[in-house]
T-cell receptor, first 115, second 112 residues
């Protein structure tokens, strides 16, 4: 089955710096890769996602890149702000056909942005 | 627009007591539904998913069970809670044919 590895587990940056979180997946049939942000005590919120037919996607200060050959994808946050501090989860989805498929999550990265 | 509700928000239960957590989705029909558990400071563990009424798939063997009595209602149950059942329980939904999952606000369960 699919396995998703996420690194680093913790990341501390200075406000204004960039942050990069990387994930690798094992199943080459995976075709959808979302990123979730979870603030303390809250639900995970989708922040950006990418599908396997796209190499890069950007939304303001957040971008995701996908390398299908190497089976890894990354989240890039530029000009970090204290409110970016949270736990970030990557996930990979394998389409089993029909309407069924599940997300396999990485273990999360705790990002701390110091003012 | 679609919304997802979970209740209760917090729950403290003694070991050996039963459990019933409820999740409902509004604004969509025939969604896929999911139950996740998140231990303190840990990742998301998929417990159950459902593609339709009465259709439940289990990902992890445990003393929990799930049911889907109505199209937009998903229930997580246990007959006897264990200490290890403590955690943050999240329900999620997705549209058929679309992979994106949206999470409910969660139930924080403490088993003492």
């Amino acid at each position: 089955g699919e396995n998703v590895e996420q690194h680093p587990s913790t990341l501390s940056v200075q406000e204004g710096d960039s942050a990069v979180i990387k994930c690798t997946y094992s199943d080459s049939a995976s075709n959808y890769f979302p990123w979730y942000k979870q603030e303390l005590g809250k639900r995970p919120q989708l922040i950006i996602d990418i599908r396997s037919n796209v190499g890069e996607k950007k939304d303001q200060r957040i971008a995701v890149t996908l390398n299908k050959t190497a089976k890894h994808f990354s989240l890039h946050i530029t000009e970090t702000q204290p409110e970016d501090s949270a736990v970030y989860f990557c996930a990979a989805h394998r389409d089993y056909g029909g309407s069924q498929g599940n997300l396999i999550f990485g273990k999360g990265t705790k990002l701390s942005v110091k003012p | 627009s679609q919304t997802i509700h979970q209740w209760p928000a917090t729950l403290v239960q003694p070991v050996g007591s039963p459990l019933s957590l409820e999740c409902t989705v509004e604004g969509t029909s025939n969604p896929n539904l999911y139950w996740y558990r998140q231990a303190a400071g840990r990742g998301l563990q998929l417990l159950f998913y459902s593609v339709g009424i009465g259709q439940i798939s289990s990902e992890v063997p445990q003393n929990l069970s799930a049911s889907r009595p109505q199209d937009r209602q998903f229930i997580l149950s246990s007959k006897k809670l264990l200490l290890s059942d403590s955690g943050f329980y999240l329900c999620a939904w997705s549209l058929k044919w679309v992979n994106t999952q949206y999470f409910g606000p969660g139930t924080r369960l403490t088993v003492l």
